[in-house]
Structures are given as structure tokens and as C-alpha cells.
Nanobody, 120 residues
Framework: FQLVESGGGLVQPGGSLRLSCTSS????????IGWFRQAPGKAREGVSC????????NYKDSVKGRFTISRDNAKNTVYLQMNSLKPEDTAVYYC??????????????WGQGTQVTVSS
């Protein structure tokens, strides 16, 4: 089972990126997916999550109104649309999966991460 993130990169403050999370070895449609991030010298933190059916979403307060999580189970992909990016959003972003109703709390599978750098 493997999760793969993509879509990271370097963007100027105020810019946008869309991260994608897909899987190999298992379909994502039965899993809640969480996005996490870890900045240098800081602990990993939860950013957003979405239930397997897309009906439940949660966001970290600092990203509310700027980030949007969504999923397309037909494409086996979960997205994190990030708008109005700030330098403090700079981090390695990870997606994780848990077979649970609602948003997860004890994720079983993790991707390798994708770097997001917000800088002018």
C-alpha cells in the first residue's frame, strides 16, 4: 500500500498550489484522508481532512477560507487546493489514510511528502 503526493513547488506569497494524493495497492474510496505538514524544526500538524464519502471536512484554523480539500473517488485522488499562500505555509505536506467513518484520528498509511515553499 502506497500513498503518493504531488503538486508541491515554489510559489510567491498570495499564490496558489493544488496538491494531489493518490494511492497504489488500494483504492482511496474507503478511506478518510488527512493532509498534514511539517515545517523545519517544528512538529507535524494536521491541516485538513475529508471523510471517505466527502461529506465531512475539517480544517486547521489558520488555513480556513484559504485551503479546500476535496476528493474524486473515480480518479482515486484527494486534492488540497491552497490559495492565498503565506510564507508560514512553507512545509513538507503529507497525505495519510485511515479506514474510518468521518475524519481520521489514527492514520495507518502515509505518503513520502511533497515540499511547498512560499517565498518571494
Amino acid at each position: 500500500f502506497q500513498l503518493v503526493e504531488s503538486g508541491g513547488g515554489l510559489v510567491q506569497p498570495g499564490g496558489s498550489l493544488r496538491l494531489s494524493c493518490t494511492s497504489s495497492g488500494f483504492p482511496l474510496e474507503s478511506f478518510a484522508i488527512g493532509w498534514f505538514r511539517q515545517a523545519p524544526g517544528k512538529a507535524r500538524e494536521g491541516v485538513s481532512c475529508i471523510s471517505y464519502d466527502g461529506f465531512t471536512t475539517n480544517y486547521k484554523d489558520s488555513v480556513k477560507g484559504r485551503f479546500t480539500i476535496s476528493r474524486d473517488n473515480a480518479k482515486n485522488t484527494v486534492y488540497l487546493q491552497m490559495n492565498s499562500l503565506k510564507p508560514e505555509d512553507t512545509a513538507v505536506y503529507y497525505c495519510a489514510a485511515e479506514a474510518v467513518n468521518g475524519c481520521g484520528s489514527d492514520y495507518d498509511y502515509w505518503g513520502q511528502g511533497t515540499q511547498v515553499t512560499v517565498s518571494s
